[in-house]
């Protein structure tokens, strides 16, 4: 399949699977199965007809609210359902239509998932990341052997240096962030250092932005670092490799 015609079924696929991201993102931090039962109402619990299930345009066409009680439907869930599917075309647009796309779609299905469950809960499920990870080592081992050692490396240093920030600064980031961080390594190799780097330069910005914004009450405040982290992951995936060699034509 040529790449022209894979992006477009990439972005509707990445709809499709924006929609299964948000029934993981509200319920596996509660505890409940992804499997049953059917997607309902949180507000009333009228099972979601068929017919309103339909990636976005069903929130558009019910002007954000339940069919049966009127309620408001959050926002973020046509938006998780958009950006999966943006993120998903763009990276068939940046590497073709490969046998990799078994690796880098579920990541960046991933990333998308953890940041909004840090977002809204401040964790970072060890249900996600320990499927993830074996998925990574297996989908190397079967598309790229000599990838795996680098897989591997990269997600074993990611995860210690990680660590050692979590232990020098414990009230900045938890042991979810520094196990994202390894499953990170695990599918981007090195590419994962300049993720790392962009995920603290974002985290710093936003945090230099809110003492601005709110002076000494932002200490008080709690900044979930695994949506920087996917937003690092996300660069990584799409450009790591480039900025790798822009940084080794430059200064090396």
Do not use: Q
């Not at 992804?34 to 309103?52: F, K, L, M, W």
Request: proline share 7%.
């Amino acid at each position: 399949m040529s790449t022209a015609a894979a992006i477009p079924l990439a972005g509707i696929f990445g709809l499709l699977v924006g929609s299964f991201l948000n029934v993981v993102a509200y319920r596996v931090p509660r505890g409940e199965s992804i499997v049953t039962p059917r997607s309902r109402c949180p507000a009333c619990g009228t099972p979601v007809r068929s017919r309103d299930n339909v990636p976005v345009l069903s929130w558009l066409l019910l002007r954000g609210r339940c069919r049966d009680c009127g309620e408001p439907i959050a926002a973020r869930y046509p938006l998780i359902e958009a950006l999966t599917g943006a993120v998903f075309a763009t990276v068939v647009a940046v590497f073709g239509a490969e046998p990799e796309l078994a690796l880098y779609l579920p990541f960046a299905a991933l990333m998308i998932a953890v940041a909004a469950i840090d977002l809204k809960h401040r964790i970072v499920p060890n249900k996600l990341l320990a499927p993830a990870a074996v998925w990574a080592i297996g989908a190397w081992a079967a598309v790229d052997l000599g990838f795996l050692p680098e897989a591997i490396g990269a997600g074993a240093g990611a995860f210690a240096f990680l660590l050692l920030a979590a232990l020098a600064y414990p009230a900045g980031m938890g042991m979810g962030d520094v196990k994202l961080a390894g499953t990170m390594g695990l599918y981007l190799g090195l590419s994962v250092i300049p993720a790392l780097l962009i995920a603290f330069l974002a985290g710093s910005i936003v945090g230099i932005a809110i003492v601005v914004r709110e002076g000494r009450d932002a200490r008080k405040k709690g900044v979930p670092f695994a949506p920087f982290l996917a937003f690092g992951g996300l660069v990584g995936l799409l450009a790591g490799s480039d900025l790798i060699a822009l940084y080794s034509d430059n200064f090396l």
